[in-house]
């Protein structure tokens, strides 16, 4: 006798074995059997003819830190069949945080947190009993991120950590991991992340790497140029920390480096021959979301966002950013392709009537040149804006889908 009975479904385990025709028994909550239980009675049936039977699929990559609770049903991945989702990427978690820094910190994360409720918390474990207390419908596995520790220790300037800052994130990241964290991610071109050298990243990667089976995950540095740099050095941090590594959106988002996925898979390829665990995400479409701020130069994000809205706003270093956009390109070398940077969140009301527009149309309702409508748009909606990048081709998007090592 089995509490539920799902019969006549196409099973596909997860294991990589092929689908197979098998009912399944749940009792008290947990599969009791999978087979040919045609005989089998239960207080509940579920005919699955013509449906997949599956575990519940893991989201690796989601920024839903926040918005989960806000939304605690979590519909739009229920729906999917998405159960367990990992939080905390880019470097990006709601902790550690300190009372002094929260607001910076929370601004920092707004273009991809939102502003779904408040921060009442300022560890893990304090997130975790507001999202115990709330109850969520999803599993969540929380990474601590690398911006939120420097923001703690160090701030938000673009400076080197001394040793003791070193020494006082790798506590946080310690502490996070002791409270539950499975891991420790980056975000190499997101502020004040990006401000971090391997030296520091592996020193902290370190600290993670002395509780078992946490993993090390990379929003890798994608300058112009680092399509291939950026991931040997997520590979190398896993190499001198002996810990698994997962590259964030693997992508070639560079035009000038379209058709080089083979290349850039080989890197992972190699390190796996060699018996390194290593791994990495992709989406299945070819563009990627995030923060305008992140396209402007380092120097301007130093600081954080007030600071940024504030140099915007002053005329000389708004005329120096305008220039070293122009002169450096974005992400410091690729062209910019201004009809394919789409406005797709806005904060303000004055800047919502430009949502769907390309920077090159909004430049042409405004009757301005291209960057000088992009620095105007962040003004209207004090350095928040959040942009579509269509940099990416479904060449490259279909390698690295069928690089047989990705995760899945």
Not at 259 to 282: L, M, N, P, Q, R
Request: aromatic share 8%.
């Amino acid at each position: 006798m089995f509490d539920t009975l799902i019969c006549n479904g196409t099973l596909v385990d997860g294991t990589g074995a092929g689908a197979r025709q098998a009912d399944l028994g749940i009792r008290n909550e947990v599969i009791a059997d999978i087979g040919d239980l045609g005989d089998a009675t239960a207080d509940r049936t579920i005919d699955a003819t013509g449906q997949v039977v599956a575990p519940g699929f893991i989201d690796i990559h989601t920024h839903s830190d926040l918005t989960l609770l806000a939304e605690p049903h979590g519909l739009s991945k229920i729906l999917q069949g998405v159960t367990t989702e990992v939080t905390g990427n880019c470097g990006y978690s709601p902790f550690p945080i300190s009372p002094e820094r929260t607001e910076t910190l929370r601004e920092t994360l707004s273009s991809v947190f939102g502003d779904a409720v408040p921060w009442t918390w300022q560890d893990l474990e304090g997130y975790r009993q507001a999202a115990t207390e709330i109850g969520l419908a999803i599993n969540i596995a929380p990474l601590v991120g690398h911006s939120a520790v420097r923001g703690m220790v160090v701030g938000f300037e673009d400076r080197p950590a001394t040793a003791d800052e070193i020494r006082a994130m790798n506590y946080q990241v310690d502490q996070a991991m002791a409270q539950g964290a499975f891991g420790f991610s980056t975000g190499l071109t997101l502020p004040p992340s990006a401000y971090g050298d391997t030296a520091e990243i592996v020193a902290l990667t370190e600290a993670m790497a002395r509780w078992p089976g946490r993993i090390y995950t990379s929003h890798i540095r994608c300058w112009s140029g680092y399509h291939i740099t950026g991931v040997q050095e997520a590979v190398d941090i896993g190499l001198a920390t002996g810990v698994p590594v997962q590259v964030a959106h693997m992508a070639v988002n560079d035009p000038r480096h379209w058709g080089e996925a083979d290349t850039v898979i080989e890197v992972c390829e190699d390190a796996v021959k060699s018996g390194h665990d290593v791994t990495f995400d992709v989406y299945p479409y070819d563009a990627s979301s995030s923060g305008f701020s992140q396209c402007m130069p380092t120097w301007a994000q130093s600081g954080g966002p007030a600071a940024l809205l504030s140099r915007i706003r002053t005329p000389a270093t708004r005329l120096q950013i305008r220039d070293d956009m122009l002169e450096e390109g974005l992400f410091r070398g690729w062209p910019w392709l201004w009809d394919r940077l789409l406005v797709s969140t806005t904060h303000t009301e004055a800047a919502k009537p430009y949502e769907g527009l390309t920077i090159q149309e909004a430049a042409h309702e405004m009757n301005l040149e291209p960057v000088d409508a992009a620095l105007t748009l962040m003004d209207l909606d004090d350095a928040r804006l959040t942009i579509i990048f269509f940099y990416r081709t479904e060449e490259d998007m279909c390698a690295f889908l069928t690089a047989l090592f990705q995760s899945r």
